[in-house]
């Protein structure tokens, strides 16, 4: 098919910084240290610093209770004897828990006094995942999870988050935040769906810059900020069978058009590090992947930073994927793609692999030089060679000034679904039977990453906090009954809840799943596990109105269930504040303005998101989720009008202004978010029905109303064309805000 004439569009690289230095701490000094450096090491000290291993090779299980689980020998025979780079992960492998922040201080007091032990005084830098705050830190400020944060579209709450998990990680005497999650989620069944902004390409990457913007600051070698990396570099987030750590099939137009470019936007926020997908993509595993590593990442993108493998991927390039015939290739094979540090994690195998193969000359020095340049210059930017004292507990960690974002971010991200007859809210005096397997537990708002790596222990929840059951009866001057146990496993007697239910005004039903993460969460179905329908059709035939509430990480079917409720409201993972906000939000104490960042599917194999192709909605095909991406419901209505562009046509240059009303027709104050989508009406490649190019929320009181202003770049206008460029093509477009649409012309 022959090209229609138009204008490429080429993304800006990053330069080194991302970020303003100060002059102490500029580009230019640093890599005059580095290159310093890099004279003085041996080639065991550099392949040191490419090697990261876990706590327990460092770790005793006696020291645990002596609050620092350091062994001295081990930690010597790592850091002296190794000189490794990086250390990762919580004590202690594999009964991995959050410690106590005075625990973590001690840890990193003892890593740096050893530091200081070896010839050349490099630091070790300390990853962690804190993915919705300081995760493995007791007490701290535990947010909603990304997919909950995408569902505030409130870049600003992101940002927010953002900047006190930096604060609060950096108190803890961490350095280094394996997070934000730029995978596209648009495989509902992955069992890390709940960990990216959702299924937009322009969510994720406004959303994950902000995260960044917030975490980093101008200057990540401030006390009260740290490095971000971005995960999992490239199409991990699209296994075709849903399962986590297998093959997707993504073609190179698809990779660019939907997976690359949230990346692209962490790139350019700033990031200075990169972690690899576990999996594969067409056959090549992404720790093999020249193409994605070097040629996109590096020549395209313009990444200045290192990159890390994820777990043990590496070694899985031999015993998993059988692409390498040993792991010493296997070594080779990673660092000759473009991996720069290797997460091992239990040995120090790619050390002792990589320096045979310097040795052989099968890598050369020139690539670990490469490397190892990369990595300095990050703990350069960082401050690690010019530590200051750790931040004071007191002041910030856990402060209430956080509590209160947090509990404001929980607000937000929960997403009124249904309102039958405006059940909702419910007036205090309410008699309510609660009932349900997520009705009573922390952990089921919180998911994976959350005090444990799979955040199923609730024993270790902080006592302080409220499920939604809890935050219900705190709230409540009416009468409130529990049927249900104290697990998510636990039977729920459905005669007891049925005979309860007449005896009260509504029934609360609270669903979803238990906690999970990674292969952990691999499931076969979307449908949701039997006894909870069976639970769920018992109460709905008792005639009493049905309030659902959703807990979970993916959109499990509730289709039968949701055609019977009276309201439906989704919660997902809302956070260790998720129950207060649930509770504000049925009570009407707060009023919803969430809106989803999915699109919620009918059924099981019924998959489609909202930007769909034309033939997925042509003759006997249809487009028929149960709720589409950017549904939300709110006590209080709006109505969005006089959609005005500031030209009927322009160039292929040239941006387009547009302006639009927004009014509180209701009685309450509410908040909207308005939506700003772009149809290119024909193309030389087949265009979505619609995209989402921006986005702004608005407060209004009653009867308020605003005029907002968007402005649309080339790059909105543009794809990914049939020679795999960007190109902006001329011809007509549709720009689409609420139920008013308006279109203009491209001109060549």
Known sequence: MPLKPGVAVFLLGLTLSGCTMTDNNSNAAIEDQVKQLLTQMTPEEKIGQMTQVDFSVIGSPEGMSKGNPIDPVLLENAIVKHHIGSILNTPLTPDNKAQPIETWRKIIDTIHAETAKTRLKIPVIYGIDAIHGATYTQNSTLFPQAINMAATFNPDLVQKEGEITALEIRASGLDWNFSPVMDLGRQPLWPRLWETFGEDVHVSSVMGSAFIKGQQGEDFAKTDKA?????HYLGYSFPINGKDRTPAWISERMLREYFLPGFAAG??????????????????????????LTTILRDELGFQGFTVSDWEDIKRLYTRDKLATSPKEAVKIAVMAGVDMSMVPFDFSFYDLLLELVKSGEVPMSRIDEAVGRILTVKYRTGLFNPKPMLPVEGNFATPEAEAVNLQAARESIVLAKNSNTILPLKKDTDILVTGPTANLLNVMNGGWTITWQGDDESLYPKNKLSLLAALKQKSLGRITYVGGHRFEDAIDAKQAVTEAQNHDVIVLCLGEKPYTETYGNIDSLDLEQRQRELAHALIATGKPVILVMFG???????????????????FLPGMEGGRAMADILYGDYNPDGKLPLTYPRAANDIAHYDYKPAEYFELNHFNPLYTFGHGLSYTQFDIHELKLSKEKITLEENLDLT????????????????????????????????????????LEPGQEQTLSFTLTPEDFSFIGVDLKRVVEPGEFIVMVGRESAHFWVKP
């Open 227 to 231: 490095p971000a990396c971005l995960k």
């Open 267 to 292: 790139v350019k926020a700033g990031a200075p590090t990169v972690m690899v997908n576990s999996a594969e993509v067409d056959g090549i595993p992404g720790h093999a992947n020249y193409h994605y």
């Open 553 to 571: 990480g993916r959109p499990r079917i509730i289709t039968d269930i949701a055609e019977h409720a009276q309201a439906v409201i989704l919660g």
């Open 660 to 699: 639009v009303k927004v009014k509180n027709t209701g009685a309450k104050t509410g908040k909207e978010t308005v939506l700003v989508y772009l149809h290119d009406a024909a193309a030389s490649v087949t265009r979505p029905n619609k995209q989402l190019k921006a986005f702004k929320k608005i407060a």
